[in-house]
Structure formats: structure tokens, C-alpha cells
């Protein structure tokens, strides 16, 4: 699909606490933090050396005690224990080159658990937040460029679209089903969400799109068609709308508000690098 990408962006991926360690924030520190996240969709804090339990409990004071996906698991003997712990996943590949890639199906363009809510009470506008901390960074990506992670401002792309468009998706919503479990499209779908959805925060108006496996409401027999919708939708988003691609230096936390944009990673080469990420995912309850 055609579309620009900027490693500039003016409103994701603003670097914010420059020089702070992020176990040792004032109440302050941490208010502002919350306030560019809402504002920014996407912040950065450099140089860290966090472990995996300091990340989890980082998210835990900022955001609230709602962490996802808490399943203990015994510490596998072959990755370094400062890197596990429940509740915090390891994307990449920490056991070497030739292990396969965890989590490869986010090579596509997403929001992150679109099939939730499974949690009672968790609506889908929810502030879900969701930290990347970047241990090792493979030199490129199998394009020969930086290692980057992109993002996409589906603020800027609701107002990018026609007013005629915009007011069509207004009253449209769609099913929500995980990419790891579909497989022929044809599973009942999950979750429905409306298209366009109001931030809880700032109020402004974003697409919620999912991921390609989404189906609008009224198509749910026509899975070619919600299929054809789909891409034509994204289509428009991404010839209208700058694809911003954060470069990887080890020690960064990227965090992003799930409900404003939507991300996807890009390949690289196991077998020539070995990358290490810590994921927390988090919906923050101070708010609600
Ligand atoms: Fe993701």
C-alpha cells in the first residue's frame, strides 16, 4: 500500500522525562507523564534499565492495579530471570538466532486486543496503555534500515477522511475477532465496537479499526466483502495519513494509548539478530 512514513511526527512519539529514571518519579513527574501519553498517543522515555518486575510495577502506580494477561508462569532457566516475570511478556526471540520469532503475527497493522473486552466492566474505549521496552534491538530490519516499530494517528486519520466518509463511519460499527485465533474468517466474531469512537480523556475523535479481521456489522456472511471494506478503509487512512516509524535504541519505553492509535512491528532477520522486548499492557483505572 502506498503511504509516506516520517521518523518525525508532530504529535506521536515525543521523548518525555529526558534524563529521569523512571523507578524514581515525583507524583508530579508522573502526572505529566499521563498528560503527554493522552495528548501525544505515543511517548518515549530513553536510556532504562529496568527489570522486567520494576516494569510491571511502573505500570502498576502509574496506571492502576489492571495489568492483562497475568498467567504465572516458572521462569524458563534459558532467559535471564530480570527479564520474567507474570504479567510481563518477551516479544522477539531471547533464547537466539534461530528460535522463531514470538509474537510475529504483529507484523500487520493493528490495535493491540481488539477482541477484549473479556474483563467485565472493560469497555472498548478504555484507556488500554501499553509499554515496549526495547532490551536488545536488532541492527535493521530485513529492509536494511533501522530497526523501527510504526504508528498510526487515527485521530489525524478520522479528520483526514471526507466529511461525507467521516459521517458514513459514524454510524457503522464492526466485530472485533484476535488474529491469533481466526483462521477461515468464518468464527463468530467477538467484540463490537463502533468505527469512530470519542477519547475518554481529551474527547477527541479517532477510527478504531482493529485489524483486517474485523467485520462490519451487517456483513457478517460476507466475509469477502467485510474483507474488501476493511482494506479499502485502510487504504484511505494510509494514503491520507503519515506513517510515524520510532527507531529503536536500546533502553527505550515506547508507550501508546491503544484507543488512539495503531501500531505494527516489522521483520527483521532472526537468524542474524536476536531482539529482546518487555510488553506490559495496562488499562488504566485513576481515570475511570
Ligand atoms: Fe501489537
Not at 504479567?87 to 477484549?116: C, M, R, S
Not at 472498548?124 to 530497526?147: C, F, K, S, W
Not at 476493511?230 to 491520507?240: A, D, P
Not at 516509524?245 to 492509535?261: K, L, R, T, Y
Amino acid at each position: 500500500m502506498q503511504h509516506k512514513t516520517v521518523q518525525q511526527h508532530p504529535r506521536l512519539g515525543m521523548e518525555v522525562l529526558q534524563g529521569c529514571n523512571l523507578m524514581q518519579l515525583t507524583e508530579q513527574q508522573v502526572h505529566q507523564f499521563k498528560q503527554s501519553l493522552w495528548e501525544h498517543g505515543v511517548v518515549v522515555v530513553r536510556q532504562q534499565r529496568l527489570t522486567a518486575l520494576q516494569l510491571k510495577e511502573f505500570a502498576k502506580k502509574t496506571f492502576g492495579n489492571s495489568t492483562l494477561g497475568h498467567r504465572s508462569k516458572s521462569l524458563d532457566p534459558e532467559i535471564d530471570p530480570n527479564l520474567q516475570s507474570s504479567g510481563v511478556a518477551i516479544l522477539g526471540n531471547p533464547k537466539g538466532h534461530t528460535q522463531e520469532i514470538v509474537e510475529k503475527f504483529a507484523w500487520q497493522w493493528h490495535h493491540d486486543k481488539d477482541h477484549l473486552p473479556k474483563t467485565e466492566g472493560l469497555d472498548m474505549n478504555a484507556l488500554y496503555v501499553v509499554m515496549l521496552y526495547g532490551v536488545e534491538i536488532p541492527l535493521e530490519g530485513v529492509d536494511g534500515q533501522p530497526h523501527t516499530t510504526e504508528f498510526l494517528d487515527m485521530v489525524e486519520a478520522y479528520h483526514n477522511l471526507g466529511q461525507e466518509h467521516q459521517q458514513q463511519l459514524e454510524s457503522m460499527s464492526m466485530y472485533h475477532l484476535s488474529p491469533i485465533f481466526s483462521t477461515d474468517g468464518s468464527d463468530i466474531p467477538r467484540k463490537m465496537h463502533p468505527i469512530v469512537s470519542t477519547h475518554k480523556v481529551t474527547g477527541h475523535k479517532g477510527l478504531y479499526l482493529g485489524s483486517d479481521t474485523s467485520i462490519p456489522v451487517g456483513m457478517e456472511s460476507r466475509t469477502e466483502e467485510a474483507k474488501q471494506f476493511w482494506q479499502e478503509l485502510f487504504q484511505s487512512v494510509l494514503e491520507r495519513t503519515p506513517v510515524y516509524a520510532h527507531v529503536w535504541q536500546p533502553g527505550d519505553i515506547v508507550f501508546w494509548d491503544n484507543s488512539q492509535v495503531m501500531h505494527t512491528g516489522i521483520p527483521y532477520d532472526a537468524k542474524k539478530y536476536r531482539r529482546v522486548a518487555l510488553r506490559v499492557g495496562v488499562v488504566d483505572n485513576t481515570y475511570i
